[in-house]
């Protein structure tokens, strides 16, 4: 007798961004800052009404009024998720059938993909152009073309950091028949929201995240957006008690922080333009050494030198994100921000000098 892995899952292995302690992480687009003292102080006051023998509320109405309430929208259309992570997840799971085309925009976030082969489903891809920019009208063929059931991307986009603008996402979403799933995780940092136009179409899904702008990467806390119909979809499909009691009590509270998010979404911004100011102009050191424009809380950068300069800023103790021709950093506090500037200055200079 013997029992084998099946061929979708035999050679997978379990995701680990990055190994070792690192004192500055800009490695995975969280907000630098955690919550203030007062605000932990409500969050301990609360927890303790935690009845912890009982389920949570499947549906957590608080949270969701609490979102809804955070970015003026209707809390009809919400639902709480473990994550947008567990969203992906469960729209490819749900919302497409074994065998039918996923379109992906590459290059975006690897989840989408990840999981489409995990559903079985039959992932189709649309490479964007040099300058990692893609036009509704490419996107609207690739899903003509493909007979894809739903495109699902970014916007505005990990890694790239670019974005389409409303008048673009319209265009997609009322040219195709496929579900549409536009995950607004770094859309806090942008001003491009579709989450007021979401009842106007009948194939529009929009995801949110609170690990980003939210500064709640610890809760697992997304939300999923959608007409009354979607949204009925997605709460019959999830897992039941998939948020559980203690995040939902904190997400409650957090979502009505509105100044401190607005005070550390501006400093976040600040340090984000900061960077890619700093980075452009080492361009003086090197021309292989390319700045994408940026809309989120990231900059992303090509260049040869990629896994050289990440490697040296681990031994300087920073963790930024490698990806092949490509290193993603994230805008860090005020300290942070100065720090790997000037480290990725030193090594451009001593290249440059060899
Ligand atoms: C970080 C990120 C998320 C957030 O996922 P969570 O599971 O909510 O932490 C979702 N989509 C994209 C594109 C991201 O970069």
Redesign the pocket.
């Known amino acids: 007798m013997a029992y084998s892995l099946n061929q979708k899952i035999k050679d997978l292995e379990p995701y680990e961004p990055i190994s070792g302690t690192y004192k500055i992480r800009l490695d995975a687009?969280e907000s630098p800052f955690s919550y203030t003292d007062e605000i932990k102080e409500k969050i301990a006051q609360a927890v303790k009404t935690i009845d912890y023998n009982r389920y949570p509320d499947p549906l957590a109405e608080d949270l969701c009024t609490a979102f809804a309430g955070f970015y003026d929208i209707d809390k009809k259309l919400v639902t709480a998720a473990n994550?947008?992570?567990?969203l992906i997840s469960l729209v490819e799971t749900a919302f497409l059938m074994k065998g039918e085309k996923l379109l992906f925009i590459a290059p975006d976030?690897s989840m989408y993909k990840f999981y489409s082969s995990i559903c079985e489903v039959e992932c189709v891809q649309l490479n964007k152009n040099p300058e990692l920019k893609t036009s509704p009208e490419d996107v609207i063929k690739a899903v003509k073309d493909s007979g894809a059931k739903c495109v699902i991307f970014?916007n505005p986009c990990?890694p790239t950091g670019q974005g389409l603008n409303r008048e673009e996402i319209r265009k997609i979403v009322s040219s195709v028949d496929a579900l549409v799933v536009d995950?607004e995780?770094?859309m806090d940092f942008w001003d491009q929201s579709m989450l007021d136009e979401v009842e106007n179409y009948d194939n529009l899904i929009i995801?949110r995240?609170?690990?980003?702008a939210v500064s709640s990467?610890a809760l697992?806390?997304?939300f999923a957006v959608a007409n009354e119909k979607i949204t009925r979809a997605l709460k019959a499909v999830k897992s039941p008690y998939n948020v559980n009691s203690v995040s939902q009590k904190i997400g409650t509270i957090i979502f009505a922080e509105k100044e401190y998010f607005k005070k550390s979404l501006a400093s976040i911004v600040y340090n984000r333009d900061l960077l890619y100011n700093g980075l452009r102009n080492c361009g003086c050191f090197t021309d292989d050494f390319i700045v994408y424009p940026t809309v989120t809380n990231f900059v992303f950068v090509k260049t040869t030198m990629a896994l050289d300069i990440w490697k040296y800023l681990l031994s300087k103790s920073v963790a930024i994100r490698y990806m092949g021709d490509y290193i993603r950093i994230s805008a860090g506090t005020d300290e942070e921000t100065e720090f790997v500037l000037k480290e990725i200055e030193n090594y451009l200079k001593n290249i440059k000098k060899n």
């Open positions: 687009n994550g947008s992570d567990e976030f970014s990990n995950d995780a770094y995801f995240t609170a690990s980003k990467a697992r806390l997304g």
